[in-house]
């Protein structure tokens, strides 16, 4: 299998397209850390369905917005496989609203979860990886993140501030063996765009020329691919899997 | 072993240089061609080795081969 004898972590991993992440690693030999904030039973559900595939699994609560909540879980982590192989930083909330009425806390909070989050991961697990000269890094983006989308400028800053984050650490670490890539999602079938209006679904499948939204499982395939040996030349960059959305 | 020996060693681990090339005046980006990523690594390394925490602001002021034996020693 692609991934025998690697460790994973994969943050917000109880559903959606993280959940479909983890299954895909753990499918392809990877023990994987699923990382939930607040859902533990979902969290239990995605490992007792690894486990029931064969594959191994444990989960790991913490806030990612919170940097001692972060350390914890690395070091969870770390004591039960031993090292961390593969980081895939996938954890995000949306708190949509127009620029006019955005509130600071709203700005803030998908700052916090969505790109301090993955700094803090980052740097933590990247120490890891550099004693062992290999490690991969997903950093979940969106295409959102390129064009921007009324209604979220909160987090297509993020998601940009994501992009600038990745390019920057995929330079400083690249000399350790250490890959750092992007996967950029269009409109994927989910929780999070699940609220999102009717008309506005239809408007949003209108611009994508594969003619269908995405599944958590397109995103997960792209990962799976990044984090194999497939991908060792490759790092820096923004894989969009978006049905073409965005060219 | 001495703190420099010990030192030594981790240098020559870490940097692949010969063990001859460090001496105590060494300087790590000059004399043994580190850079800025390898020194972290190496302040890393130290660490483990000697079971002591070198903050930012001192790590910082390191820059010879000297300068971490003597606050290895002070710290230890």
């Given at each position: 299998m692609l991934l025998d004898g690697k460790c994973a972590l994969v943050t917000g991993a109880s559903r959606g397209i993280g959940r479909a992440i983890a299954v895909k690693l753990a499918s392809e030999g990877a023990k994987v850390a699923l990382n939930y904030a607040g859902n533990a039973a979902a969290a239990e559900e995605?490992?007792?369905?690894?486990?029931?595939?064969?594959?191994?699994?444990?989960?790991?609560?913490?806030?990612?917005?919170?940097?001692a909540s972060v350390e914890a879980m690395i070091q969870t982590v770390v004591d039960a496989f031993g090292q961390i192989d593969i980081l895939v930083n996938?954890?995000?909330?949306?708190?949509?609203?127009?620029?006019l009425r955005m509130k600071d806390e709203d700005f803030d909070a998908v700052i916090n979860t969505n790109l301090k989050g993955i700094f803090y991961t980052t740097k933590l697990v990247s120490k890891l990886m550099m004693k062992k000269r290999f490690?991969?890094?997903?950093?979940?983006?969106?295409?959102?993140?390129?064009?921007?989308?009324?209604?979220?400028?909160?987090?297509?800053?993020?998601?940009?501030?994501?992009?600038?984050?990745?390019?920057?650490?995929?330079?400083e670490l690249a000399a350790r063996g250490i890959t750092v890539?992007?996967?950029?999602?269009?409109?994927?079938?989910?929780?999070?765009?699940a609220v999102i209006p009717e008309k506005a679904k239809e408007a949003m499948m209108g611009g994508i020329p594969l003619g269908r939204a995405?599944?958590?499982?397109?995103?997960?395939?792209?990962?799976?691919?990044?984090?194999?040996?497939?991908?060792?030349?490759?790092t820096g960059q923004v894989l969009k899997v978006d049905g073409g959305m965005v060219m | 072993?001495?703190?420099?020996?010990?030192?030594?060693?981790?240098?020559?681990?870490?940097?692949?240089?010969?063990?001859?090339?460090v001496?105590?005046?060494?300087?790590?980006?000059?004399?043994?061609?580190?850079?800025?990523?390898?020194?972290?690594?190496?302040?890393?390394?130290?660490?483990?080795?000697?079971?002591?925490?070198?903050?930012?602001?001192?790590?910082?002021?390191?820059?010879?081969?000297?300068?971490v034996v003597t606050y290895i020693d002070q710290n230890k």
């Open positions: 995605v490992k007792k369905e690894i486990e029931a595939a064969g594959g191994q699994a444990i989960t790991v609560q913490a806030d990612v917005s919170d940097p996938n954890a995000g909330i949306t708190r949509d609203g127009l620029l490690g991969r890094i997903v950093n979940m983006a969106s295409v959102v993140g390129l064009t921007g989308n009324a209604g979220q400028t909160n987090y297509a800053a993020a998601k940009a501030g994501v992009i600038g984050f990745s390019k920057s650490a995929a330079k890539n992007m996967v950029a999602p269009g409109f994927i079938e989910t929780d999070m765009t995405g599944k958590p499982e397109d995103v997960a395939n792209a990962v799976l691919f990044l984090v194999s040996d497939q991908a060792a030349y490759i | 072993m001495s703190t420099f020996e010990k030192v030594r060693d981790i240098v020559v681990e870490q940097l692949g240089v010969e063990a001859d090339e001496t105590i005046e060494s300087t790590f980006i000059d004399d043994l061609g580190a850079d800025s990523l390898d020194i972290v690594e190496l302040i890393m390394a130290f660490e483990e080795e000697f079971g002591i925490e070198i903050p930012d602001e001192a790590a910082e002021k390191i820059k010879t081969v000297q300068d």
